[in-house]
């Protein structure tokens, strides 16, 4: 291997910048005879919370690099950007979900959010919150997960190996993020009450890829456990197996959770599908394709049922909901709209049950090259000692020698590479050949987002795997985004008291550290190598680690699941940011309905409010009942408000770049397009936030609430002007405009 130069790693960086970091009578209903072990049986008890995560309109949005080189639509500049382009408002709200289960022997919480990736930093940081908050010990008890969507927030991870995807790491947005977590598992920890549980599996919930398809053709010549199909001279080797093809993991898994009276209480459903739907373009803050599922999800119940989408295997599979040439935010409402009715109709057929068995086990394993190791067929794989000076030439694909990183690699792979079956002959080089060691890259990456050269992360020694046990079901946490393949060979290596039907594999889960493949997956090529640390071993070490979690469970006994100790990570320390002071909050600068020849009216109401380090608006509808005003409650209980999908809200400051010492305007807009067939009535909207008005001298920072409404105005119906909830016509407002 000759050793590379500074400017060549960093012409690989560069090169990398382009990418992105990253219904029917099929339902089967859950059986829990399989198991005979005799677990302690005791009520359980549930409780769900769920919140808006409350951060700065302007932070950078996470999971495109391309960001990095994208300016925002006006010269605005923002305090929490380094290199990204600052995000300019909120499409819909990213929420943080809780739901505990609780018996007297076993606490588990899972813990959601719409984000790019979560740590176990962030993980560890919100189980100390709790216990200083509370004095509950729930120390291994959690499982945080994200949706993984690609325009959340960033800058929340004091990772350099990912400030390609969220920009350089702020200890505030960190710290900010985990007191709303913590908060949520508190709100949800204290609404425990009796609770009954259920499970529901489709297999086949998404047969024609209208929700979610394949998107790595690089691996259709591989077997459909990952098995090498053909040899490294081209000549075929497994006669038994078929390739894979363009296959997908369809499976949907459900868990229903209802009060004792069985109402339901909280629904938590899992398949696997990225969060792109938006691209790189998007300043807009929104949770993407997970979370538009969701929302309409959530929409078709008739009283509030915290609803959490956990992401399965979701690697390989893009987003659809693209009929008839859709974009952006209308492909995310055809995804709602697509996708709902078939999970409602499984949680519909789901019946609930007591609870009897229930166990978390969690362990912290080594990423460093000498410990990852796997056996496959009957033969141990691991890396070969490191070799300085080693040259790439093809000769070690089956013994894996040509991994020579001691603290890892990533940006490998041929990205230009769409030949499937290029993992034969000659083209081994290109798994390897473009590969940065973190050596390299610590020296190169920091550098560009203003840091000097950094050590080697402690987040890339070790990630977190977890497993849970419920009533004969086996959840399985993944640290990162694993390919289909993949979440296949894990779910048929469980012990045969659960088995693959039983197995909710859970991705993006207690820990990121990129894609997950299997070794001859890896070695592919096309793209997904590129985000992994660990090279063409990791995925299939990390299954291994998994399985032996699982064996613990597998027993009447609770055991001591081993593995590494917790990392202690520093602490920042930066100071937070002092918002600009504001004297004009709560003025009108809009407030007007605007007719579309060919769409339903816009509603448009903007108002100065406050900076946006303080400020988060909300915005509700309210209807005139009577004399009086009211806010409106939607079918499923909620109040109508800027987390509709029809609500989209701007953010502009005023002038764009101040002079020094000059006092801003933070103008707020909101747009509220009105959806067909809207009841008829008289509504208003009414916007509350904080400002700033400079009294506080130090963090933290509450500022000063404001309240404004705008005026008055009538949306009717055509065919009889007295009748309430008709159909929606042109109206003029009351005020006369």
Not at 405 to 413: D, K
Not at 471 to 486: C, D, F
Not at 711 to 727: Q, S
Request: hydrophobic fraction near 40%; glycine fraction near 10%.
């Amino acid at each position: 291997m000759q050793p590379r130069s500074l400017s060549i790693a960093f012409v690989t960086l560069v090169a990398f910048f382009c990418l992105e970091v990253g219904g029917g009578n099929r339902a089967i209903a859950a059986s829990h005879a399989h198991l005979t072990v005799d677990f302690p049986r005791s009520p359980l008890r549930a409780g769900a919370a769920e919140r808006r995560l409350d951060l700065p309109v302007g932070l950078p949005l996470s999971g495109y690099t391309a960001r990095m080189f994208m300016q925002a639509p006006d010269d605005r500049w923002s305090p929490y950007t380094t290199r990204f382009a600052p995000s300019i408002g909120i499409a819909d709200p990213i929420w943080i979900k809780a739901v505990v289960l609780q018996n007297d022997e076993e606490t588990i919480v899972f813990l959601k959010l719409s984000l790019i990736y979560v740590s176990d930093a962030l993980l560890f940081a919100v189980e100390a919150r709790v216990r200083e908050e509370t004095g509950i010990d729930l120390t291994d008890k959690i499982v945080l997960a994200c949706d993984h969507s690609h325009s959340s927030y960033g800058t929340f991870w004091d990772d350099w190996v990912f400030f390609l995807g969220h920009d350089r790491y702020k200890p505030e947005i960190f710290d900010r993020m985990v007191a709303q977590l913590a908060d949520t598992v508190i709100a949800a920890y204290e609404r425990l009450a009796p609770a009954r549980i259920g499970f529901g599996f489709d297999p086949a919930f998404d047969p024609a890829g209208e929700i979610f398809t394949d998107r790595r053709e690089e691996n259709d010549v591989l077997g459909p456990n990952g098995e090498l199909i053909w040899g490294n001279g081209g000549e075929r080797i497994r006669d038994d197996i078929e390739p894979r093809g363009h296959t997908k993991d369809d499976r949907l898994s459900l868990i229903r959770i209802d009060d004792e009276t069985g109402n339901p209480l909280a629904l938590l459903f899992v398949f696997g599908m990225h969060g792109t739907v938006l691209e790189e373009e998007n300043l807009m803050i929104s949770g993407d394709s997970g979370a538009a599922i969701e929302y309409a999800v959530q929409e078709t119940f008739a009283h509030p049922v915290v609803t959490i989408f956990l992401q399965g295997a979701g690697g390989d599979m893009s987003p659809r909901g693209d009929r008839n040439g859709a974009k952006d935010f209308e492909r995310l409402r055809i995804l709602g709209e697509t996708a709902a009715p078939r999970i409602r109709a499984l949680f519909d057929r789901v019946e609930t049950e007591e609870l009897t068995e229930m166990e978390i086990v969690s362990r912290q394993i080594s990423m460093l090259r000498k410990d990852i190791r796997t056996r496959r067929e009957g033969e141990e794989l691991a890396y070969g000692p490191p070799v300085p000076r080693w040259r790439f030439d093809g000769d070690y694909f089956f013994t894996y020698e040509e991994w020579n990183f001691p603290e890892g690699a990533s940006l490998c792979g041929d990205t230009c590479d769409t030949d499937p079956e290029t993992i034969k002959g000659e083209g081994l080089d290109n798994a390897y050949l473009t590969c940065v060691s973190a050596a390299v890259a610590r020296r190169v990456l920091p550098p560009l987002f203003g840091l000097p050269p950094q050590p080697f992360p402690e987040a890339e020694k070790h990630t977190r795997l977890t497993a849970i046990r419920l009533n004969g079901h086996l959840l399985l946490t993944l640290p990162g985004e694993p390919i289909s393949i993949l979440s296949d060979e894990l779910r048929g290596m469980v012990p045969e008291a659960f088995g693959p039907d039983r197995t909710i594999v859970i991705g993006y889960a207690q820990d990121h550290e990129g894609y997950l493949l299997t070794r001859f997956d890896w070695l592919q090529g096309g793209g997904a190598e590129i985000v992994n640390m660990g090279g063409p071993l990791f995925g299939e070490y990390v299954v291994d680690q998994s399985v032996e979690l699982a064996r613990l469970l597998a027993t009447p006994e609770r055991e001591d699941p081993g593995g590494l100790p917790r990392p202690v990570y520093p602490v920042g320390t930066i100071a937070p940011v002092t918002p600009e002071r504001t004297t004009r909050a709560g003025t009108i600068v809009q407030d007007e309905t605007i007719e579309r020849p060919d769409a339903t009216p816009l509603v448009v109401f903007e108002w100065i409010g406050g900076d946006p380090v303080i400020d988060a608006p909300r915005v509700v509808v309210e209807r005139l009942e009577g004399e009086a005003f009211a806010a409106v409650h939607k079918a499923s209980g909620r109040i109508l408000d800027d987390a509709d999908p029809a609500f989209h809200l701007h953010y502009t400051p005023v002038p764009v770049r101040p002079r020094k010492r000059q006092e801003r305007d933070h103008h707020w807009r909101i747009e509220w397009s009105i959806p067909p067939g809207f009841p008829a009535g008289t509504y208003r909207l009414r916007a509350s936030g904080r400002f700033y008005d400079g009294t506080e001298a130090h963090p933290p920072f509450e500022g000063v609430p404001y309240s404004v409404t705008g005026h008055p105005f009538p949306l009717g119906i055509e065919d009889d002007p007295g009748k309430e909830g008709g159909a929606l016509h042109r109206g003029k407002r009351s005020d006369g405009a």
